[in-house]
């Protein structure tokens, strides 16, 4: 999915991976913040800010373990 997909989603509730996460990572909104796997947080803004390259505008997909 793309990028805007893949916002859509997540604000409504799914775990997204990408093709730069590894097979074990992923991200979901948790109140107003990203969450991961990890359990570490940060605003969408500040995760947006740093995937502007062509690559981060695709390959997204629904996280299934």
Do not use: N, P, V
Request: proline share 0%; with cysteine.
């Amino acid at each position: 999915m793309t990028k805007t997909e893949a916002i859509i989603a997540i604000s409504d509730g799914y775990k997204l991976t990408h093709k730069h996460f590894t097979g074990e990572e992923w991200i979901r909104q948790f109140g107003l913040m990203y969450e991961f796997e990890d359990g570490c947080q940060c605003g969408h803004e500040e995760f947006w800010l740093y995937r502007t390259d062509e690559s981060w505008q695709k390959d997204w997909k629904l996280y299934t373990k």
